[in-house]
């Protein structure tokens, strides 16, 4: 006949080894993301941190231009000029922008640690 015992303080040895791995996880993902991230200002990459809620890693970029860098956006309409830049003959009010291509810093930066 076979017996079961239940060890609680091996299943406490379990959980801090998970905690341990999701850490070194995560630092490895912040840090490759931070890496990854396009940078213009620097301002995206330095916004970027690693909060651990129980097992689990979260890595977030804190800018509201975050999400557009890692998806993209589509082509859209700009109408809150006026908009000038370099060889434009004169200032327009209204532009359509013909999108941002995604860069995916967050995603590649999980793949690339190993997640």
């Not at 080894?17 to 490759?32: S, T, Y």
């Not at 129980?54 to 956006?73: D, H, L, P, R």
């Not at 589509?74 to 006026?82: K, T």
Request: aromatic share 8%; glycine share 12%.
């Amino acid at each position: 006949m076979a017996r079961i015992v239940w060890h609680e303080e091996g299943f406490r040895g379990i959980d801090r080894a998970i905690v341990d791995f999701m850490e070194d996880l995560g630092e490895r993902v912040k840090n490759a993301a931070m890496g990854l991230a396009p940078v213009d200002t620097g301002e995206l990459a330095s916004s970027i941190r690693l909060e651990m809620r129980g097992k689990t890693a979260i890595i977030s970029a804190n800018t509201y231009y975050a999400v557009y860098q890692e998806e993209g956006t589509g082509p859209h309409r700009m109408d809150d000029g006026p908009y000038n830049w370099p060889g434009a003959t004169h200032p327009v009010d209204e532009v359509n922008h013909p999108g941002n291509p995604a860069v995916h810093y967050l995603k590649n930066a999980l793949y690339s640690a190993g997640g």
